[in-house]
């Protein structure tokens, strides 16, 4: 009997029960608190007596929301972006939304056209990472409005960003391994359109006050597993003892292609990755990298959007410092 009262209940005849118009109808139903408590509770009676619910596309219609944001990400394969994701979910979601999901696949002059569309289709808009130029993002920014960065920061624009200290977590690898009497470090450098990439190489060339610290060597590379093993010949054969990855992906691939070729990890080179993905601890050796808060970027990613949504202020800037995990990937120099 349940299911066909629900079947037959309209609008219509809530407000014939109630003795109101459809569209008190509709303003209690949507929340606004514009009808008198006794009306609004005559109208709250007879829609339960009549086992009546709104239709979620028709409330999304009239309140001009969707309950539905979008995260954009340059990689879905990489852990790194899933743990945002699952943080970011797990807290829209606790608040009735739901999360559409959009990958550029590491293709720039995709990015523009997936936030867009899914601006349409949504509420709001969280870009991880996004790859595109600068002056594109700053044009973009009022057409994506309720929009939050991660990994990205535009100076000037009120766009909420929340980043991690590259600088932090560079600084501390790169300690631990000159503690370790390491003087030649080679960079597995990212994707060139990355912010973070640019952060990270711009931190490691400070550091090593052009070779006076210690040398670096520039590799180019890539995000991912096999861009890693894909250079770990040229890392062999650089006359580096320590290795810095853009990422643990790519250091995971370093470490693969270093065993096949007899490299042992630490004994000959020692090797430090970024982000401290999940399979980090698992790897042979376990990596050495920097945990990044990857939940808690995607938990902050929804409560700074849901205050835009709400009309609330936003802070602009959050920067979230790495912590040094030391592990078996890396060891003192071999003499």
């Known amino acids: ?25 509709s303003r209690v139903m949507n929340g606004h608190s514009t009808v008198a408590p006794e009306l609004a509770e ?6 339960r007596a009549l086992d009546y619910a709104p239709s979620p596309v028709a ?4 309140l001009g929301r969707t309950a539905t944001i979008a995260l954009i990400v340059p990689d879905l394969s990489n852990p790194m972006f899933q743990d945002v994701l699952r943080g970011l979910s797990l807290a829209a979601g606790a608040d009735g939304h739901r999360l559409l999901i959009a990958e550029s696949n590491e293709h720039v002059e995709d ?25 594109d993002l700053e044009r973009l920014v009022p057409q994506l409005t309720p929009l939050v960065l991660i990994n990205r920061k535009l100076p ?21 391994l000159l503690s370790l009497g390491h003087r030649r470090i080679a960079y597995l450098a990212g994707p060139p359109a990355s912010t973070s990439n640019r952060d990270r190489l711009d931190a490691l060339l400070r550091l090593s006050d052009h070779g006076r610290e ?27 003892t320590a290795v810095v990855a853009y990422n643990d992906m790519v250091a995971f691939g370093a470490l693969s292609g270093l065993h096949e070729l ?60 790495p912590r040094l995990l030391v592990r078996g990937s890396t060891g003192r120099v071999s003499s």
């Open 1 to 25: 009997m349940v299911e066909q009262g629900r079947s037959t209940a309209t609008i219509t005849r809530v407000a014939e029960a109630a003795g109101v118009s459809r569209a008190t109808v």
């Open 42 to 47: 005559r109208v709250l009676a007879a829609a």
């Open 59 to 62: 409330r999304s219609l009239a």
């Open 111 to 135: 990015e523009e056209v997936l936030a867009i569309e899914a601006r349409r289709r949504c509420d709001g808009v969280v870009l991880a990472s996004p790859r595109l130029p600068t002056a």
């Open 156 to 176: 000037g624009s009120g766009v909420p960003s929340l980043s991690v200290d590259h600088a932090a977590g560079i600084g501390d690898l790169v300690a631990h």
């Open 214 to 240: 210690f040398e670096l060597i520039q590799v180019p590379c890539g995000a991912m597993f096999d861009n890693g093993h894909d250079v770990a010949g040229e890392v062999a054969g650089s006359g580096a």
């Open 262 to 321: 007899g490299v042992s990890v630490p004994g000959q080179i020692s090797i430090t990755g970024f982000d401290d993905i999940p399979f980090a601890r698992f790897t042979t050796p376990p990596l050495t990298t920097a945990a990044v808060p990857k939940n808690t970027l995607g938990k902050q990613a929804w409560e700074q959007l849901r205050n835009q949504l709400d009309g609330r202020r936003t802070k602009h800037e959050a920067d979230f410092r």
